[in-house]
């Protein structure tokens, strides 16, 4: 049965919750005043482009730099981190800020978000028990979907309520109440790692222990094939004009897939133990790349969407897929592990987007769709016929070998 303690019991956990939702709240809503502020000042739908992309360049450096999280106590970089990105907000605020000194102190803020995510994710299996920190690392994949279909909304209200300089103080300001939740409910923690290595030299020890491992290599493979279930995010534009849809649908289609995954991975904790999650995991990511594989029927938005939601739930996959990472990987060396695996996401989120749109400038979109799925659905499958060359451990999923738990 699933756990029946709440991850909510537990007061650091509460604090470290409230603080990443303030966060994700915080960056969706700068995402969106910036843009605002760009377009305003510029009218260049390129230059408002640029100005979005650069909130998502700085996850390339992010191995390098996330080791910090393992070398120094991880609560005190949490509260830095914030600190500084409530303090650089402000300053982006600032009446007649030039455009150019806004740009580089965009990238000033985004380019601690590897660290900090990563100091944050490898920080959690140290405030739960072992038996309660899956449910918690569920919470926060729901967090994160639900802050991603609900925050451009808010933040779109709160710009049109407030202005954009005004909503970039308000974003200042979540920063500065998770860096005092943080402080005050967290308790302080010894650096997990004492070495003298330099900072390159960590990093090839944290890349070799990840990419040695048949496990870890396994789980890595899981953690990139979302690379192909943004694709549809990507089009939504194109395959809702394709589609002779409004606005609105375009919003209702980049909605779907995070709902979805919100609904799967909601049912997940509610209704499965860890153990069945591990069973399920490849499964669900074969189910995941169907949905979207259908959509070479062509059918019409309402159907579309329905196929978009069932893709998100079968995204649910991840929770079962982080907390196996995550425990898998030494305490001392989490944090540039969890970065290298976020940073190839990210990355390949990126070029897929990338490469969905050139192909979608000759092709349908939802002949990219389709075949994005199709391609998922082909590698989630070889994957469960090939057994990982560790353990034969107990079989799961149809006779898929995956000995993923300590």
């Not at 019991?9 to 760009?38: H, K, M, P, T």
């Not at 100091?119 to 994949?141: H, K, N, Q, V, W």
């Not at 159907?303 to 907390?323: E, H, P, R, S």
Request: hydrophobic share 55%; proline share 6%; net charge positive.
């Amino acid at each position: 049965m699933p756990s029946t303690v709440s991850p909510f019991c537990y007061r650091e956990f509460r604090a470290l919750w409230l603080a990443r939702a303030l966060s994700l709240l915080g960056d969706q809503l700068a995402r969106v005043a910036i843009a605002v502020l760009v377009y305003q000042r510029t009218d260049s739908a390129a230059l408002t482009g640029l100005a979005y992309a650069l909130t998502f360049l700085p996850y390339l450096a992010g191995p390098l730099f996330a080791g910090t999280a393992d070398r120094r106590p991880r609560r005190s970089v949490l509260v830095a981190l914030d600190l500084g990105r409530a303090a650089g907000v402000a300053v982006m605020a600032l009446p007649g800020m030039p455009l150019p000194a806004m740009g580089v102190l965009l990238v000033a803020v985004t380019l601690v978000s590897p660290l900090y995510d990563a100091a944050r994710s490898a920080m959690l299996p140290e405030l739960l028990p072992a038996d309660t920190y899956p449910t918690g690392l569920a919470i926060f994949t729901i967090t994160t979907e639900a802050a991603q279909v609900l925050g451009f909304a808010l933040g779109g209200v709160l710009v049109a309520t407030l202005g954009a300089r005004l909503a970039l103080s308000l974003d200042a300001l979540t920063f500065l109440v998770a860096a005092l939740t943080v402080m005050t409910a967290v308790k302080h923690r010894a650096a997990a790692l004492e070495t003298t290595e330099s900072r390159g030299a960590q990093l090839r020890t944290s890349a070799a222990l990840v990419f040695r491992s048949p496990t870890l290599r396994r789980l890595l493979s899981l953690a990139w094939l979302n690379s192909l279930w943004v694709v549809p995010e990507g089009l939504a534009a194109p395959y809702a004009a394709d589609l002779h849809a409004s606005a609105a649908g375009v919003g209702l289609l980049l909605a779907s897939i995070p709902f979805g995954c919100v609904v799967g991975a909601w049912v997940l904790v509610r209704r499965t133990t860890h153990e069945q999650r591990m069973r399920l995991m490849l499964p669900l990511a074969i189910c995941t790349g169907l949905p979207l594989a259908a959509c070479a029927l062509q059918p019409g938005l309402p159907v579309t969407l329905l196929l978009w939601a069932l893709c998100g739930v079968g995204t649910a996959y991840n929770v079962a897929a982080n907390t196996a990472f995550v425990r898998e990987v030494p305490n001392e060396r989490r944090s540039q592990a969890i970065a290298l695996a976020t940073t190839g996401m990210v990355t390949g989120q990126g070029l897929a987007i990338l490469l969905g749109g050139v192909i979608a400038s000759v092709a349908p979109p939802w002949a990219v769709v389709a075949v994005a799925g199709g391609l998922g659905v082909l590698i989630a499958t070889a994957m469960a016929v090939i057994q990982p060359a560790r353990s034969r451990g107990p079989d799961l999923a149809g006779g898929v070998v995956v000995a993923l738990d300590r």
